[in-house]
């Protein structure tokens, strides 16, 4: 579900990371002289620059400005030193991408307070829908988090493709305290991300005909939870009000996509808490998920907690989980 995140990230890295080693065809004697400079990490040069006159938001070729790259290689002092110049925090390279943004994707909470202090818009995003909250929770930066929180980032808006939220990420990537963080300043436990059509071919299994539709998405935090296996953040969601019998709009319960994708844990969890071991909405049981995997432990636990020894298959599951 977020590999799709994984590749925007390298996209949007491509005009500065790809060009880190290059070195200059001429000392920074272009008209961006400044980020130029700042590129090589040549801060003597930077302020030789402005004290000449130099433009301090003069852009590169791709868009990236001297407060770009200062972001970028995490150099605080500097990035102070171009703001305090003038440099724009707002300024976007080519590919959307703020300095803002590149802070949080970097991790560094020192570097993204510094930038939010400054005026940085802790709501901005890339032209994608991922806001800079959404990039700070996909990276584990509990401070980025926290200090975009406090500047009153929206926290349950979403990425324009699948209608994800920063909850979902930081569930699906297993960082359970920014989880918490999300939750306490009240991230709706009960987002749900865009549902979309999947045609299946699935000749042999259940369905006689062989092909057929199913719902994809429609994922809630916890259905995240129970398909990463991230026991920590669905003990905070069920404690938020998430509901253990959730259903996705395949028909897959929360039990269901846990079995089905190997989380025996989160399954036992939320079997603990109520979760319906019967239920077969997506024309199979978590029995049936079990089996397949061959997983004895959790085929022995539903059965403590009443499931069916003998359900029927009503639709086969539409790919194995390895």
Known sequence: MLARDHRVRGVVMLGLVLVTGARPVAQYGSSSAVADAAKQQDWAGVQTRLDEGADVGAPQGDGATALHWAVYWDAVPETRRLLAAGASLDATNDLGVTPLWLACNNGSGSMVDVLLTAGADPDSALPSGETVLMTASRTGSLSAVRALLRQGADVDRTEESHGQTALMWAVAQGHAPIVQALIEHGADVHARSHSYPQVINSAGNADPSGVYEIAQGGYTPLLFSARHGALASARMLVAAGADVNDVAPMG????????????????????????????????????????????????????????????PLRRGTPARRV
């Open 252 to 311: 897959t319960s929360a039990l269901v996509v846990a079995a089905h994708s190997g989380q025996g844990r989160l399954a036992a969890f939320l079997l603990e808490h109520g979760a319906d071991p019967l239920a077969a909405d997506a024309g199979y049981t978590a029995l049936h998920a079990a089996v397949l995997r061959g997983d004895l432990k959790l085929v022995t636990t539903l059965m403590e907690y009443g499931a069916d020894p003998d359900p």
